[in-house]
């Protein structure tokens, strides 16, 4: 039987049509995997990349260089039917390649997890933001950690209670980026309906910009141009400010947060494949005891081994994004993210290192901005200690194989 959805970003479209339009449908590569590539990277290079500087510089996220990209339609067309996954995942690989820093996560934060939200749990309520959001028009944010809490959401303890007019929204968001630029902000809350205190369930609410208060901007390492900001709201929605069914907030965020962890993975895949890049052609122009650095095995065999795990690494990613929307479950997703994060931080430190001492100078490479940028990622979306909970959840133990095939009494003596 054809299933047919109607969604907020599209017409209704057929699931066999859908599957047939995919950008990976065709396979991981080949000409339309081509085509989107070039027209992705032509569009961060005229809309993205003149305002990186300006934003690092200024340590806050340039709205413009959003609306910009989203205007090519990319966006849109990452969203259509039921959404494309493989186009998201080219276009946050492509971010990372491009050196767009601080500022591809902000873009990846609103198109990615924001927009998942809301795509699939926003309905009419919240169809017009969606579509401001595809268009470039607003730019979203997304709060869950708090002060006290951090990755522990049982410890969350900024409260949605019911009031005539709606939910009266009040705490603490202390990792808010895009907090200090958005048009909205997506909370995770704990509803007190009945003064449940902790036991209450969690609700995600979309709650206006105007209404985030600044309590701290927050200096990090790097990724400057991503301004992230303890901030504070105390403010009343009105009822249909709720994103999916009262109670099922964790769920919602989940859904959301998979795409922004399979997106962070695609994204830093992306600066790995920059840093490989860049220290191949500095192994090829540099020439040390008369001869081309390339020339010295122990260097090239080094970069080798990295491009060999980054090639790992990309199908992986392309490969989850292949199963489509829900398609790579959530432990699967974690356990790429994690694994992702952490080669890529290992491949910037040692191509930075292979730059000698001009990989640690600021103003004659990228490379220790890309070192820092990079290590966000291994706490953005969840913490790989988060990550690696996830993925333990689903070990399974092997019994019967383990039965058949070890015996720990061999060589033990009887008296």
């Known amino acids: 039987m054809t ?39 032509d569009a961060i290079a005229q809309t993205v990349l003149p305002h990186v500087e300006d934003a690092e510089a200024a340590g806050l996220f340039p709205r413009e260089a959003y609306r910009g990209f989203a205007g090519t339609g990319l966006v849109r067309e990452r969203w259509a039917g039921a959404g494309d996954t493989g186009k998201g ?15 591809a996560v902000g873009i990846s934060l609103t198109m990615e997890t924001v927009a998942a939200a809301l795509r699939r749990y926003g309905g009419a309520a919240h169809g017009t933001t969606l579509q401001d959001v595809l268009d470039g028009r607003s730019v979203g944010c997304f709060g869950a950690s708090e002060p006290a809490g951090g990755s522990d959401l049982n410890g969350l ?17 202390k990792y808010l980026s895009l907090g200090r630029v958005a048009d909205f902000a997506l909370l995770l809350c704990r509803m007190e309906e009945e003064n449940q ?15 985030l208060r600044t309590v701290k901007p927050l200096t990090k390492v790097g990724t400057s141009s991503l301004d992230t900001t303890w901030m504070s709201v105390d403010t009343v929605v009105p009822h249909e400010a709720i994103v999916g069914r009262p109670g099922l907030g964790l769920a919602v965020a989940s859904w959301a947060l998979s795409h922004e962890r399979l997106a962070v993975a695609a994204q830093v895949a992306g600066v790995a494949g920059r840093a490989i890049g860049l220290a191949t052609a500095h192994l090829h122009r540099r020439e040390q005891f008369g001869v081309r650095l390339i020339e010295h095995q122990a260097l090239r065999l080094r970069l080798a081994e990295l491009a060999s795990e980054l090639a790992v690494l990309r199908f992986a990613v392309y490969g989850a994004a292949a199963a489509g929307p829900g398609g790579c479950g959530i432990r699967e997703t974690a356990a790429i993210k994690v694994t992702a994060v952490r080669f890529a931080e290992r491949v ?6 292979l730059f000698g ?7 004659e490479t990228p490379m220790a901005r890309m070192w820092r940028d990079v290590r966000l990622g291994r ?8 990550m690696w909970e996830l993925v333990a959840g689903g070990l399974v133990p092997d019994i019967a194989e383990y039965d058949r095939t070890v015996d720990t009494s061999c060589g033990e003596v009887t008296a």
């Open 3 to 41: 299933v047919t959805e109607q969604t907020a970003a599209g017409p209704a479209v057929p699931e066999e049509a859908r599957a047939e339009t995919t950008l990976f449908a065709g396979g991981l590569t080949g000409p339309a995997v081509d085509a989107f590539r070039a027209r992705t990277r």
């Open 89 to 103: 995942m080219i276009i946050a690989e492509e971010m990372g390649r491009a050196g767009c820093g601080g500022v």
């Open 157 to 173: 303890r900024t409260t949605a209670t019911r009031v005539p007019e709606g939910w009266h929204v009040r705490g603490e968001k």
């Open 197 to 211: 205190g902790s036991l209450a369930p969690l609700g995600l609410f979309l709650v206006p910009g105007t209404a």
């Open 348 to 353: 910037t430190s040692e191509c930075m290192h």
């Open 357 to 363: 001492g001009p990989g640690y100078l600021e103003d």
């Open 379 to 386: 706490l953005g979306g969840g913490s790989d200690e988060m």
